[in-house]
């Protein structure tokens, strides 16, 4: 069984105030998928636009990760409590987005991710709230809260209906239900004392788009539950579906 190519867009570590810890989250994303059966393809905004173009033409799947702030302007407001927007990684996001959604290929997006594919489709933001944001990543002081997951979504079934999960939180925006994009639903939350519910994950309201976004970062597995390798999985398993259909496709050109 052929392993699936999955294209990764990555924080440029060398534009960060620590590059070490940048590489080391960037890390953990490859390290997942590559458990999972994928072959990461690992791009970021020093990557050559031809090297860039390739990955995202040969992509089977692809992961939009965690990184800094979206810079307002990419959903329409103003600068209302972000923080240092990376223009160079979201020119990337947006691009390898328009790329994944021409070509039908899966989507999973982490923390930024979820942020991204959702101002990308036409929401907005939360720019700035307090208590979902704990100490930064490597710190073993993880703030964590309660995740609820709708019944009957994509997310429910790929992790069993998982009842009292609990979550790791880095994040100081969020997606609430009156900023969600047209085409995606919400398929889980969380309470929150300032906005009373965030959106946790979403996902393609088309049945048939293999799209799903999520607040936490699963492939920090120190901090998270281990049902959350079965997103990995099915992530993977769709890339692998969309890898075969597309050889098949192309025998049956040759034939």
């Known amino acids: 069984m052929t392993a ?3 294209a ?5 570590p060398d534009a960060t105030s620590d590059p070490q810890v940048a590489a080391l989250k960037n890390r953990r994303y490859l390290e997942a998928l590559e458990r999972a059966g994928a072959v990461p393809m690992p791009i970021d905004a020093r990557t050559p636009a031809a090297d860039r173009a390739e990955a995202l033409a040969e992509m089977d799947g692809l992961l939009i990760t965690g990184g800094a702030d979206l810079d307002p302007a990419v ?15 979201d020119a990337l996001d947006l691009e390898a987005y328009g790329v994944a959604a021409a ?7 982490v ?6 594919i959702n101002a990308f489709a036409g929401g907005t933001l939360v720019q700035h709230l307090e208590e979902h944001e704990g100490a930064s990543y490597p710190s073993h002081e ?4 309660r995740l609820d997951l709708v019944a009957g979504s994509r997310l429910a079934v790929i992790l069993g209906e998982a009842p009292d999960l ?16 047209p085409g995606l639903r919400v398929s889980a939350t969380a309470p929150h004392r300032q906005a009373g519910e965030l959106v ?8 048939d788009r293999w799209l799903i976004g999520v607040q936490c970062h699963p492939e920090r597995t120190e901090s998270s539950p281990p049902v959350l390798e079965r997103l990995w999985t099915a992530f993977v398993a769709a890339c692998r579906e969309q890898s075969e259909n597309r050889r098949s496709l192309a025998v049956a050109r040759r034939s």
């Open 111 to 116: 923390c930024r991710g979820l942020q991204a």
């Open 200 to 207: 946790e994950a979403v996902e393609s309201a088309d049945p």
């Open 4 to 6: 699936p190519h999955v």
């Open 142 to 145: 993880v703030t964590r809260h």
């Open 8 to 12: 990764v867009t990555l924080s440029n």
């Open 166 to 181: 609990e979550v790791n939180s880095y994040h100081h925006q969020a997606v609430t239900r009156e900023r969600l994009a």
């Open 103 to 109: 070509r039908n290929v899966p989507v999973l997006g």
């Open 75 to 89: 959903y329409g407001e103003a600068v209302a409590g972000s923080r240092a927007p990376d223009s160079g990684r």
